[in-house]
């Protein structure tokens, strides 16, 4: 199956939404924060990983390879289509003097989460409406929150309670924030 897709080059910051059923595969050396919206309809194409065989009735939800294929979208698409269609370009949403809050994921992409990328180079103040996570995807820093403070690197996550209705970012940092959908 792998030799039917077509290597896709990807740059640091590339954010991208693969719809259901759009096969894809990520290479050795990609940093990844992966979000799934919410399903109870999962099928597995990777059988082995990690020296761990996933059981057959578990693979396609008890069916079978056939039915798990028909699940797939084989449309072939050229590497300019896969960029325009499904690589986002992030939409400024606030700027403030210490840093800037870019939504990559919103209604208009997805209506199952949100995402926004948090770019800090001093003090950014950040408003919630829901629990969040906060994800660490470059440079280091401090958080505060309910009144606690904790220091911040590379590969930290956070998870902020519904509670929490704003929070800090200090240093020099880049984070990802995940959020569910916003309640209309």
């Known amino acids: 199956m792998l030799r039917g897709f077509e ?3 990807v740059r640091r910051g590339d954010v991208f939404l693969g719809p259901g059923g759009l096969p894809h595969a990520f290479g050795a050396g990609i940093f990844m924060i ?3 919206e919410p399903t109870d309809f999962v099928a597995r194409l990777e059988f082995e990983c990690g020296g761990y065989t996933l059981p057959e009735e578990a693979r396609f939800m008890g069916r079978d390879l056939d039915f798990g294929l028909s699940m ?3 449309t072939p698409r050229s590497v300019a289509e896969i960029r325009e269609r499904f690589f986002l370009r992030p939409v400024p949403v606030d700027r403030q003097p210490g ?3 870019q939504a990559l994921f919103h ?3 997805t209506p199952c989460f949100r995402g926004d990328r948090l770019r800090v180079d001093g ?3 950040v408003a919630t409406d829901s629990f969040a996570v906060l994800i660490v995807t470059d440079g280091e820093g401090r958080i505060e929150a309910g009144g606690e403070e904790r220091k911040l690197c590379f590969g930290d996550r956070i ?3 519904f509670a929490t209705r704003s929070f800090q970012l200090r240093g020099r940092l880049e984070a990802f924030l995940a959020r569910p959908p916003a309640v209309p």
């Open 7 to 9: 290597p896709i080059p």
């Open 34 to 36: 992966e979000i799934m």
């Open 72 to 74: 797939l979208d084989f």
């Open 99 to 101: 840093g800037e809050l």
């Open 107 to 109: 209604p208009g992409t």
């Open 123 to 125: 003090t950014l103040t």
């Open 159 to 161: 998870f902020l309670p």
